[in-house]
């Protein structure tokens, strides 16, 4: 039998297992307190609606489930789809149809938070997990900016809640985009490849992504124009100046006053031209949060008008804004950080005979501690030394004068 | 696309899910305050484990994920197992695996908590979910009845805490049932067919029992013995005449003394010759839970001292009980049960313009309350009573005099 975890997967030992539930039980209580409500999906989905579902290279990363019995013998004999299931690859799809279905009983704008598992078929080598959890908010049912404003401020107070600070939100809008890539003169064919160059601005500057495009066969003039703009310092200005009065501009300009008021010192709102997202299914604004001294993203997500409406037959706005857990989770490692309000450790060790006793001992001791029951050891030297180093601070040895007291 | 669950699963709503969360923190909570760690570890699962895991009929039950790329076009091709992942039945299997892999980090004995989803294929007509959760806390490296008796204290105190009272424990050992059937004379061969019918006593009574097994052919002679031992009033003793002197008895006995002391009036613990429980992996004590006036057990467990040693080559002593979390729930649900401590929630309602100062007024708010804030809608009275039927006790209007006031 293999004792590793599958590939691309990993175990969770106990001290990170408390950090875990320590961030989700506080993400949870700041997006309660501002209204949302949990909902659960099943990590199965179909496989059809996954298929469809817009998903951009995400589609790529799809784990497929194999259909069952009579079923897929047929499949397999005939040549046939051998699947029927998929594991979801993010949880705006699983949303989108929980919402289709359960619209009548649910409140509208509909405020919902997501904390569960996803599953992409990533590379290993990348070090992305084929396994992880998101903790995502949505509002469904609300076309007004105020909705990504309030994305952006509850899910920024989770991550202040965790103690980072100083980061940023960036945000964008695809339709400005489109819009400025348009006035420049690109082909709407050439546009993936300048997300693509763009999205890289940041690593290897504009001479980098000059160069990149140039080498596509892009026309020098309008690559040295789209530069020009993304190295202005407000670029929604020059944007604007280009593209003309597009609503997006009027609602991008209010989702980053208001942030900004909301922020204060503790983090910022940049308007970012370079920033896209990989998913098809964002139809308006996008955003990310970064955080100084570690690369990537930590948080994603955008405006998705039209999935809704492929489950329901009617468009429904909506808008989501996902945490990346494990990202959040390695960085609180990395950091050292401690959990606040712990409760202190104990164990009570017994000898033969004296088990019930240690139980009741223990027992009275849960008012106040974490206490553990263990037969006393052959060598209690090197135990009570791994007590110790698995956070343990008090023992009590039952049937021994004395109370219980620290490991010294 | 489809707007349902896949078959066998099924969408939590948030009225369910505060109740799932409130159910998940205070079994995590009652389990780490007896000092068990908790754990994480994948639901994707090497398909080679699990098909050599002795799971019983879950074998049958195993969703296969399917290999990718070049890897799942050879197997296609070449007649080979397309599949090479599957997803878990249980938790057990994944402990035993993780625990051979980390134990030389981890505690000795290692007590242990999951919480978590597993998948099994069923039959959905049955109304069994095909992907549900569990609770197990598992004692890895202690051989002594001491690690049977607390798990069953502890997970009867999980359960009290949810309200639930009046409970049996009931509890058996695959060694004694062996034992009894050899000293009856059955044959090797006929164990099984008696351990199906036997587990039906309490439904079709000790006639339908006895009509089944000499249907079967077997001997009536053996069949009236052990109906004989199955109806005494204390079938241990009487198993333990016929058996004579097995370690299992007396484990058994001191399992049953200290749990009933633990128990007080609050639960019951029992012996019960008749119960089995489906898997192979057990090796000795078995245990289950019922609760009056719901069929079926609501909490499973047994000894499977063999198990990790398949991934380390080295016998492991390990128990486990897992809460069926599926199951409690639907009991809590039934009950109408009301969870303690929950915040008032209230909601704020904004016209054009007051957006900010409605996020200030909810921050302010969310002191005392879950504060949800929302655009004024076209037709407040019906938004209103919908805030009432989805738990709002309070509303704010800003702009309009007066503080926050009760829903009417």
Redesign the interface.
Known sequence: ??????KG??????R???L??YMQ?EI?RVY???????????????I??LR?SEGGENLGLI????K?GEKLEKA?SEGGD??D?G?RYDLTLPLA??Y???RA?????F?VIQID?A?R?EQPQQGRL??FYQCDIDILG?E?P?AE??LL?VTARALLTLGLTGFTIKVNDRRILDALLGALGFATEEYPAVFVAADKLDKVGASGVRAELLEKGLGEEKVDALLGILEESDGLDAAEKLCGDLPAFSSLRDILR?SR??AGDDYNAVFDLTLVRGQGYYTGTVFEISVPGFGGSVAGGGRYDRMIG???GEDVPAVGFSIGFERICAILLERGFSIPGE?P?A?VLYKAGD??AA?AR?EAL?EN???????MPKKPGPFIA??AE?GYGFIQVIGRDGDIRPIS
């Open positions: 039998m293999k004792t590793t975890p599958v997967t990993r175990d969770i030992l106990p990170e297992s408390r875990r539930d039980s949870l309660r307190a501002a209204g949302f409500e949990r909902i659960g999906t099943p990590v199965l989905e179909d059809g609606n469809q784990f497929k489930v194999m069952r397999l051998p699947a299931i594991l149809r929980f289709a279905m359960n009983k649910l409140l509208s704008p405020k598992r599953f078929a084929r396994e609300d007004s105020n404003t309030e401020a208001v008021d909301l492929k489950f329901c409760r450790r164990a088990f019930p139980c223990a849960r501690f974490d206490a553990a029951v263990y037969a791994r007590l698995n």
